[in-house]
T-cell receptor, first 110, second 112 residues
Framework: QKEVEQNSGPLSVPEGAIASLNCTYS??????FFWYRQYSGKSPELIMS????GDKEDGRFTAQLNKASQYVSLLIRDSQPSDSATYLC??????????FGKGMKLTVNP | DTAVSQTPKYLVTQMGNDKSIKCEQN?????MYWYKQDSKKFLKIMFS???????INETVPNRFSPKSPDKAHLNLHINSLELGDSAVYFC???????????FGPGTRLTVL
């Protein structure tokens, strides 16, 4: 059974701080890793994808992948109130389905 | 231009009715999906089609039947609706089965 685990949260950070979101997955054969952001009442929006070990940066977002330890994380630097949302980690194994974690609700306080 | 669109946005119906949700994507993607997001916000795949062929069929009651008339469309028909079917249903598409997926706006189904 392929599973994706996220801390249940919620996570609350002050504006300007770094928000750190973590995700672990059950099977070493996984190949593709994604972070989605979902605002309340809206659809999931892809914000980062990462496929190889290491860091991938895009603006204020950095995804970190460690396949040996089976975790992927998302760092949000200089957090803004507009970053307040639920963040979903998702993992695929080859051409199999995308498995989502249960999400972590982030609140950035002004 | 909307990339992945769904109709209707809201659907309120009585138990036992049959309803359909339509999805269209103009991204030229080969793969399309249906997801269900329950009240606890857990997002779970139901079906996936690649080039009109069913490739993922999760443990879903056979009251749910997907249909893909062409690569750009994937519809979901639900027979004999039950209270537990109330959820938000999302359509998504991707270039390939392991690629980045792009979601439609969702259809909020309420069964009374």
């Amino acid at each position: 059974q392929k599973e994706v685990e996220q801390n249940s949260g919620p996570l609350s950070v002050p504006e300007g701080a770094i928000a750190s979101l973590n995700c672990t997955y059950s099977d070493r054969g996984s190949q593709s890793f994604f972070w989605y952001r979902q605002y309340s009442g809206k659809s999931p929006e892809l914000i980062m994808s990462i496929y190889s070990n290491g860091d991938k940066e895009d603006g204020r977002f950095t995804a970190q992948l460690n396949k040996a330890s089976q975790y992927v994380s998302l760092l949000i630097r200089d957090s803004q109130p507009s970053d307040s949302a639920t963040y979903l980690c998702a993992v695929t194994w080859g051409s199999e389905k995308l498995v989502f974690g249960k999400g972590m609700k982030l609140t950035v306080n002004p | 231009d909307t990339a992945v669109s769904q109709t209707p946005k809201y659907l309120v119906t009585q138990m036992g009715n049959d309803k359909s949700i339509k999805c269209e994507q103009n991204l030229g993607h080969d793969t399309m999906y249906w997801y269900k997001q329950d009240s606890k916000k857990f997002l779970k795949i139901m079906f996936s089609y690649n080039n009109k062929e069913l490739i993922i069929n999760e443990t879903v009651p056979n009251r749910f039947s997907p249909k893909s008339p062409d690569k750009a469309h994937l519809n979901l028909h639900i027979n004999s609706l039950e209270l537990g079917d109330s959820a938000v249903y999302f359509c998504a598409s991707s270039n390939n089965p392991s690629g980045e997926q792009f979601f439609g706006p969702g259809t909020r189904l309420t069964v009374l």
